[in-house]
């Protein structure tokens, strides 16, 4: 039940400009939550990461996202892009319940 929303389609800018890339959150729980990048002609990377509430992830590439409860909110925010930025970002988020959920039942 737990699930990510992305507002934005494509974004263009020039070098420079400032990016925010929207992403909302449904989670019963407290997840972490992911930023993902994938460059062109690339398989998805870690970009960055918050496990609780009010934690702020940084990538070594200037990108930040806060991990905002009361907006329930993970906007990925850089200052002034590059051209290298060009990519397609993915928001994520993790299970709630670590380990094993549930179990079989045995019906006779
Ligand atoms: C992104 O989020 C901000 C702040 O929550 C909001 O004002 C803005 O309208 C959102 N943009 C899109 C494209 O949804």
Not at 16 to 42: I, M, R
Not at 60 to 85: C, I, P, Q
Request: glycine letters at 12%; proline letters at 3%.
């Amino acid at each position: 039940g737990d699930s990510v929303v992305q507002t934005e389609g494509e974004v263009l800018l020039s070098e420079g400009d400032s990016l925010t890339v929207n992403c909302s959150y449904e989670s019963t729980g407290y997840p972490s939550l992911f930023w993902y990048v994938q460059y062109p002609g690339k398989g998805p990377e870690l970009l960055l990461k918050a496990t609780k509430g009010n934690d702020k992830g940084r990538s070594n590439k200037d990108f930040e996202a806060m991990y905002r409860t009361e907006t329930t909110s993970f906007h990925l925010e850089k200052g002034s892009v590059r051209e290298s930025d060009s990519a397609v970002y993915f928001c994520a988020l993790s299970d709630t319940v670590t380990g094993t959920a549930g179990g079989a039942e045995h019906k006779l």
